[in-house]
């Protein structure tokens, strides 16, 4: 039975690739019955990285997982037709199309709405469709890079570099799931549904200038939109004796402790008050940088650990797995799946009363797509391909997309 604060919630998600599914595989987590509806062809994001068999890739089955999964031929009225059923008995419907293409197919939200008047109907947008960008295509490089990443990454190291990990995608994934649980939050209190558009390029601006807009929020300007320590040369991790460390001496208790139990040479009044290290950072990592060569990556953390100084060793992903605290408070869940078992990296918030948990496996492509339609009281026969032709792979088995041809 599902568990968490969303149980009882009926989701129909037509998104694809990361930043959809990774809000509504949240909302699976946490509760919710998403039904996931792709095209015969299935979603891109299934051949994209290694997995246990094609169509199953390690990004895939992370961001699907407890999903029901069905394919529609939404070219078709079969296809449409089962769609609306669906809309009919949902809570939420999101789609990450452009608006203009679910226009065509007869889902706006207008749409929708007309079907089910208090339906929470979210937009997964490159640009929202109130602009002049509105058609842009969008991927998370192009977006980084629009929202001025690798600009300030240069300013960081030299070069123009995209942060190691889909950051837009992931930002604008949390972004429609608070947007989102915030509509159904507005239906429960007055039974209105609405229409929400989240946008990746509004979403990252906005993420980036949280602090980065600083001087240039005022009139006139007191400076340009950058946030100065984040950007200093020497803001890296720190160089040991043995290896790397990452730690931050940044306000006055920790400098304080730092320099007392340390005593560099270099300690003087000029560096006193958190003000002053501020005006020159850069200078004050590259003095700290010097003396943090001097010791063992396990004797700085174990003083940092005594001082109550922010430290911590350089991890590798592959290591967060065997985390001892990761694993104290029950981060990853094992789920057994048709390919043995998979480890989840499964909720990380905590609920008393309502706990969340990985809800099941990823589905094969198609593969509740009997299921569910048979629940509508609908023949999946003709909702699946445009002729007619229910392919072999569209089953409760399920095969995998490149067997669906």
Not at 47 to 52: A, D, Y
Not at 182 to 201: D, P
Request: proline share 7%.
């Amino acid at each position: 039975m599902p568990s968490g604060p969303l149980a009882g919630v009926r989701v129909v998600d037509l998104t694809v690739m990361v930043m959809g599914p990774y809000c509504t595989q949240i909302m699976a987590d946490m509760g919710a019955e998403v039904i996931k509806i792709e095209p015969p062809q299935g979603d891109n994001t299934r051949f994209i990285s290694v997995g246990p068999e094609s169509g199953m890739s390690g990004v895939f089955v992370n961001v699907n997982r407890g999903k029901r999964g069905i394919v529609l031929d939404l070219r078709t009225d079969e296809g449409k037709a089962a769609l609306r059923a669906l809309i009919e008995r949902a809570d939420v419907f999101i789609h990450s199309m452009r608006a203009k293409a679910i226009a065509k197919l007869g889902f706006g939200y207008n749409d929708v709405a007309a079907i089910n008047p208090s339906i929470v109907y979210t937009n997964c947008y490159g640009y929202g469709h109130r602009g002049p960008d509105r058609d842009r295509p969008a991927y998370d490089d192009t977006i980084q890079a629009e929202c001025g990443i690798p600009a300030v990454q240069e300013q960081l190291t030299g070069q123009a570099d995209y942060v190691g990990t889909i950051m837009a995608d992931k930002v604008a994934g949390l972004t429609a799931l608070y947007a989102t649980t915030m509509a159904l939050f507005h239906r429960e209190r007055t039974g209105e549904g609405q229409e929400v558009e989240v946008s990746m390029f509004e979403t990252m601006a906005s993420f980036m200038l949280v602090e980065h807009a600083n001087g240039a929020m005022f009139d006139p300007p007191l400076g340009p939109a950058v946030y100065p320590r984040t950007v200093a040369p020497n803001r890296r991790p720190y160089r040991t004796s043995d290896g790397y460390i990452a730690a931050l001496i940044y306000n006055d208790k920790h400098w304080n402790a730092f320099v007392n139990a340390v005593q560099p040479a270099w300690n003087d009044d000029k560096y006193a008050t958190l003000e002053l290290r501020a005006n020159d950072i850069d200078a004050v990592y590259g003095l700290l940088a010097e003396t943090l060569k001097e010791r063992t990556t396990e004797e700085w953390l174990t003083l940092f650990s005594q001082l109550e100084i922010p430290a911590a060793p350089l991890n590798t992903p592959d290591a967060l797995f065997d985390n001892p605290h990761l694993n104290a408070v029950g981060l990853f869940e094992t789920v057994d799946t048709q390919h043995g078992p998979v480890r989840f990296p499964g909720v990380p918030t905590w609920f008393s009363r309502t706990p969340g948990r990985v809800g099941g496996p990823a589905p094969r492509l198609g593969e509740d797509t009997d299921d569910v339609l048979a629940e509508l009281g609908l023949d999946g026969a003709e909702t699946t391909v445009s002729d007619g032709n229910r392919p072999e792979s569209i089953n409760n088995r399920g095969l995998g997309a490149s067997e669906a041809g």
